[in-house]
């Protein structure tokens, strides 16, 4: 069983960045493509950035393309997601998954473990 730990959530300004990040245990960190999603207040949850497990393949939603990256580090079984010139519409509460599908699905149901969330919150 994967376990996922988020952190590095918090409240920030416009224009400020932050960084994720989540540990993942269980399992071989390199059997999995980690992916981030977001769910703001009365909205779906959405795919914001996703890596494939060899780092060869990422994903970004159009509306963080240029601002955020996300990045892994297989010695420290840790994915990242850096998070620049935030925007008050990236105020949701990030999680972190995992999953062996290899697609990096857009859709929750594509992976197989999730975290518990940490909450960005970006007052303009």
């Known amino acids: 069983q994967v376990q996922l730990a988020e952190s590095g959530g918090g409240l920030v300004q416009a224009g400020d960045s932050l960084r994720l990040s989540c540990v993942h245990s269980?399992?071989?960190?390199?059997?999995?493509?980690m992916g981030w999603f977001r769910q703001a207040p009365g909205k779906e949850r959405e795919r914001v950035a996703a890596?494939?497990?060899?780092?060869?393949?990422?994903y970004y939603a159009d509306s963080v393309k240029g601002r955020f990256t996300i990045s892994r580090d297989n010695a420290k079984n840790t994915v990242y997601l850096q998070m620049n010139s935030l925007k008050a519409e990236d105020t949701a509460v990030y999680y972190c998954?995992?999953?062996?599908?290899?697609?990096?699905?857009?859709?929750?149901?594509?992976?197989?473990?999730w975290g518990q969330g940490t909450q960005v919150t970006v007052s303009s």
């Open positions: 998954t995992a999953g062996a599908g290899g697609i990096l699905s857009a859709s929750e149901q594509g992976w197989n473990y």
């Open positions: 269980g399992r071989t960190f390199t059997r999995d493509d």
């Open positions: 890596l494939s497990w060899s780092g060869s393949s990422k």
